[in-house]
């Protein structure tokens, strides 16, 4: 049962343009974390968040940036997409070191 | 840094034969925890196993692995490979509420 949700699944968009992802989890966990799995599948964490706060920022392009509403929300704003913004966006939470990955969003960028 | 490495790119067994993906990994802390997950064709990764005591085998689904804090290792093996065992598999360490993953290893089974 999917415990993780994301939307939405797939996103198709012009460079230069904004998106956004949402992320719900209803597990209860206390971090929330966006990985992005590129066309290789490697799989590299983007942000976390516990309890409203981000606690590990890995070096990104300032045009992403995380959003949480509470420590069920964690959404996904890229400011102004480019080419090699093209991947499948993973979003997952954890209590303690498990993590729990919702289905993804696809995003290509045209 | 802390790092993991994990068996590079594509494995491809016959079915019925042992499976092993190698994962070593660097950290400074002393009491890291390691995980595999593996993610099956159109699915997001799962957790598969998970171990933080030195020495001690971990089992789960037919796959079973020992973490080993000599060597720095987790080394992921079954003792015969299934069809439904290909996927992409990830070996991840966790310390001190950061994560790093591995590259990923894609294990294809054929009969």
């Known amino acids: 049962e999917t415990a993780v949700f994301q939307t939405p699944n797939y996103h198709v968009t012009q460079v230069g343009n904004e998106v956004s992802f949402n992320c719900k989890q209803t597990?209860?966990?206390?971090?929330m974390y966006w990985y992005k799995q590129d066309s290789k599948k490697l799989l590299k964490i983007m942000f976390s968040?516990?309890?409203?706060?981000?606690?590990v920022n890995e070096t990104v392009p300032r045009r992403f940036s995380p959003q949480s509403s509470d420590k069920a929300h964690l959404n996904l704003r890229i400011k102004s997409v480019e080419p090699e913004d093209s991947a499948v966006y993973l979003c997952?939470?954890?209590?303690?070191?498990?993590?729990?990955f919702g289905p993804g969003t696809r995003l290509t960028v045209l | 840094g802390d790092s993991v490495t994990q068996t590079e790119g594509l494995v491809t067994l016959t079915e019925g034969l042992p499976v092993m993906l190698n994962c070593t990994y660097q950290t400074i802390y002393s009491n890291p925890f390691l995980f595999w997950y593996v993610q099956h064709l159109n699915e997001s990764p799962r957790l598969l196993l998970k171990s933080f005591t030195d020495n001690k085998r971990t089992e789960h689904q037919g796959f079973h692995a020992t973490l080993h804090k000599s060597s720095s290792s987790f080394h992921l093996q079954k003792s015969s490979a299934q069809l439904s065992d290909s996927a992409l598999y990830y070996c991840?360490?966790?310390?001190?509420?950061?994560?790093?993953f591995g590259d990923g290893t894609q294990l294809v089974v054929k009969p």
């Open positions: 991840a360490l966790s310390e001190r509420n950061r994560i790093f």
């Open positions: 597990l209860g966990h206390d971090t």
């Open positions: 997952a939470s954890s209590y303690g070191y498990e993590q729990y």
């Open positions: 968040y516990n309890n409203k706060q981000l606690i």
